[in-house]
């Protein structure tokens, strides 16, 4: 257990949609990251928070946006979903941003878009 | 962006000592050397990081070259446990790059 929480663990939808995925990081880290992974695919990097402030933006669309909340908790929101959009979203957490921080990731939630 | 190379896919026997290589020839000063691994079904897990000195830990070895162009993650006795992704990863600060894993077989 990495004690890094993602809900939901699934979630099923239609194209056009909008779904919130959520994150709880590790008890006393300040950073959290999200990534993308689709079928047989590498993590691709969308953003990271740390401390509410947004600090590294990867290949996220414009229909994704994401936040990081006072108590640290993280939210990406999809919205406009096409089929390509189908993919396990992973969250991981680290006590800073910096370069020797390791990296806790979240079991992941996987989107399935209809 | 710094990027990494990695082979796709490598195989082992068990209880063999593993090498898995990773390019990073445009690393810069400020990258340390991460490496990942991702068991099916599950999110990547740490293995192990280094700058600029070879790295020990309990579950492997990080060897990094003197260039820094490149490093070598050393599992010294494979076990099937071990069969997963293994990506390597440039990590400064606000920036960090996922090479494409190397998927690891171990034979019994």
């Known amino acids: 257990d990495s004690g890094v929480t993602q809900t939901p663990k699934h979630l099923i939808t239609a194209t056009g949609q909008r779904v919130t995925l959520r994150c709880s990081p590790r008890?006393?880290?300040?950073?959290v990251y999200w990534y993308q992974q689709s079928l047989d695919q590498g993590l691709q990097f969308l953003i990271q928070?740390?401390?509410?402030?947004?600090?590294a933006k990867g290949n996220i669309l414009e229909r994704f946006s994401a936040q990081q909340f006072p108590d640290l908790h993280s939210e990406l929101n999809l919205s406009s979903l096409e089929l390509g959009d189908s993919a396990l979203y992973f969250c991981?957490?680290?006590?800073?941003?910096?370069?020797?921080?390791?990296?806790?990731f979240g079991e992941g939630s996987r989107l399935t878009v209809l | 962006d710094a990027k990494t190379t990695q082979p796709n896919s490598m195989e082992s026997n068990e209880e063999e000592p593993v090498h898995l290589p990773c390019n990073h020839s445009?690393?810069?000063?400020?990258?340390?050397i991460h490496w990942y691994r991702q068991l099916p079904s599950q999110g990547p897990e740490y293995v192990i990081h280094?700058?600029?000195s070879n790295v020990n830990n309990r579950m492997a070895s990080l060897a990094i070259a003197e260039d820094r162009k490149s490093s070598t993650l050393i599992l010294h006795r494979a076990t099937l446990r071990d069969a997963a992704v293994y990506y390597c990863?440039?990590?400064?600060?606000?920036?960090?790059?996922f090479g494409s894993g190397t998927k690891l077989n171990v034979k019994p």
């Open positions: 280094g700058l600029t």
């Open positions: 445009t690393i810069s000063g400020t990258d340390y």
């Open positions: 990863i440039l990590k400064a600060f606000n920036k960090f790059y």
């Open positions: 008890s006393g880290d300040l950073s």
């Open positions: 928070y740390y401390n509410g402030e947004e600090r």
């Open positions: 991981a957490s680290s006590l800073t941003g910096g370069g020797t921080g390791e990296l806790f």
